[in-house]
Antibody, heavy 121, light 110 residues
Framework: QVQLVQSRAEMMQPGASVKVSCKAS????????ISWVRQAPGQGLVWMGW????????NYAQKFQDRVTLTTDTSTSTVYMELRSLRSDDTAVYYC??????????????WGQGTLVTVSS | EIVMTQSPATLSVSPGARATLSCRAS??????LAWYQQKPGQPPRLLIY???TRATGFPARFSGSGSGTEFTLTISSLQSEDVAVYYC????????????FGPGTKVDIK
């Protein structure tokens, strides 16, 4: 069965960088894109970007373009999301989510369990 | 960027009654529209895609309709387990760029 298992919660200082992992299993990793979506406490869902499992091509939301990098390790079927220059308003649960179909611009049918990133001095 | 809006922000419905949620896109997204259900402490769950195709595991009381800029999610007979926040999302590839979510509608029992 398809599973996306994310890394543990992180407590970070302002100005630092965080790297969250998402290990995929149960499907051919290279056939699908993975997106990252974040949710601040009590707030809605914000799409951050996607990465292709096939060739590593990325598409970032303009809001995060200067601070986020998505990468893949196809040998372990893992996707990484690095967010730099953290601020207190980056405190959120970060989700990875798999596309419903191969290709790009798809809805998300499987989600990771979420990783809480807390930014505080 | 295509902006998604949802109404109402909160909807209180009696058990067994119909719930109608609206989603509007700032420009046409054709039928590239999904709905997600999110319960507290859980990740979102894909409910509807292609504006009207129900995802695996959801009962027939959930239905989606619309195209272009106006979309509707209907719960025909609200059950207690349907209490959740519902988000719409466009995934249209034109103009190329961002996928965006609406702000959500919170559905609770009256």
């Amino acid at each position: 069965q398809v599973q996306l298992v994310q890394s543990r919660a992180e407590m970070m200082q302002p100005g630092a960088s965080v790297k969250v992992s998402c290990k995929a299993s149960g499907y051919p990793f290279r056939n699908y894109c993975i997106s990252w979506v974040r949710q601040a406490p009590g707030q809605g869902l914000v799409w951050m970007g996607w990465i292709s499992g096939y060739n590593g091509n990325t598409n970032y939301a303009q809001k995060f373009q200067d601070r986020v990098t998505l990468t893949t390790d196809t040998s372990t079927s893992t996707v990484y999301m690095e967010l730099r220059s953290l601020r207190s308003d980056d405190t959120a649960v970060y989700y990875c989510a798999r596309d419903l179909r191969s290709g790009t611009y798809n809805p998300f049918d499987f989600w990771g369990q979420g990783t809480l990133v807390t930014v505080s001095s | 960027e295509i902006v998604m809006t949802q109404s109402p922000a909160t909807l209180s419905v009696s058990p067994g009654a119909r719930a109608t949620l609206s989603c509007r896109a700032s420009q046409s997204v054709a039928a590239n529209l999904a709905w997600y259900q999110q319960k507290p402490g859980q990740p979102p769950r894909l409910l509807i895609y292609g504006a009207s195709t129900r995802a695996t595991g959801f009962p027939a009381r959930f239905s989606g309709s619309g195209s272009g800029t106006e979309f509707t999610l209907t719960i025909s007979s609200l059950q207690s387990e349907d209490v959740a926040v519902y988000y719409c999302q466009h995934y249209n590839n034109w103009p190329p760029g961002e996928i965006t979510f609406g702000p959500g509608t919170k559905v609770d029992i009256k």
